[in-house]
């Protein structure tokens, strides 16, 4: 499928963290030419005047916001819960990205699990969570790597690929000191293939050593130093109502307190719009 009849959704829901979503949407919908989708989500029993007063609401936020940012902005409405309708809607819709806000762990969320982990899980298509407004309106400059032994690893090349080949941005590896020599035999062929499909695609990257296995603290104590624009990370494969509950790692760097966006790509993610670059 061609990138440009592409879509990148954002789950709205009048509120400020959406209205971020939506300005990181505008960034990347000026680089790549895909127009933004609005997707809000009504309780089922909703009755038809209700839905019409959100798509009125849509629609006067999506004209004005489009003149405004020179970008073409759509909405839809859609019945049912944030966690079952955001995925189904950019899987059938085949979706490039998905761009949305979340507060962070607050409230219930720190005993039930992110709602924003919740809404990825399903998902086909990479998610990038915000809390704050972008930086600037020019590159995702600096993206954190962090790369483990797991073989889904490189799954979530093709998004440093595709940010790297629009953004011009500068990957940073994350490499993890495994003591146990077959893991970490597994994390240097993952972090060769990387750099050879960076280094195909004139992409710019630096290698840098994390010296303990608490990846996901690390991550953002880097993340934090080198003031990063992103952090690439992938999903627990198979997550499981414990993972919510008992905090899988990506929990806490969506959360993370410096509010740095964070890009999570499912495991087995279909990449047919960013397959194109792979291979240079």
């Known amino acids: 499928m061609d990138l440009d009849s592409k879509i990148i959704v954002v789950p709205w829901d009048f509120t400020p963290v959406a209205e971020c979503a939506l300005k990181h949407a505008v960034k990347i919908s000026k680089m790549t030419h895909d127009d933004i989708c609005l997707l809000h989500i009504v309780d089922k029993i909703t009755t038809d005047g209700g839905v019409k007063a959100k798509q009125a609401s849509l629609n006067n936020i999506s004209t004005e916001a489009g003149k405004m940012h020179g970008v073409t902005i759509k909405y839809h409405v859609l019945r049912g819960t944030i966690f079952k309708q955001i995925a189904e809607f950019v899987n059938d819709r085949g979706a490039s990205l998905v761009v949305m806000g979340t507060h962070g762990m607050q409230g219930m969320q720190k005993y039930t699990g992110s709602w924003a982990l919740k809404v990825i899980a399903k998902s086909k298509v990479p998610f990038i969570v915000v809390q704050e407004d972008p930086n600037d309106q020019e590159r995702y400059h600096d993206i954190v790597f962090p790369i ?58 630096e290698i840098h050593e994390i010296k303990t296995d608490k990846l996901a603290v690390e991550t953002i104590e880097f993340a934090q130093k080198i003031n990063a624009d992103l952090i690439l990370i992938m999903t627990t494969k198979d997550i499981t109502f414990a993972d919510y509950v008992l905090g899988a790692k990506e929990q806490y760097i969506i959360a993370n307190s410096s509010k740095i966006p964070v890009c999570c790509v499912n495991p087995t993610s279909a990449f047919a719009n960013l397959g194109q670059f792979m291979y240079g």
């Open 148 to 205: 483990d032994f797991k073989s889904e690893e490189k799954e979530k090349l093709s998004m440093a690929i595709f940010m790297g080949k629009y953004f011009d941005s500068k990957i940073h590896i994350l490499k993890t000191a495994r003591k146990d020599e077959s893991l970490l035999k597994k994390v240097n062929l993952n972090i060769n293939h990387s750099v050879r499909m960076l280094i195909q695609n004139n992409i710019e990257y």
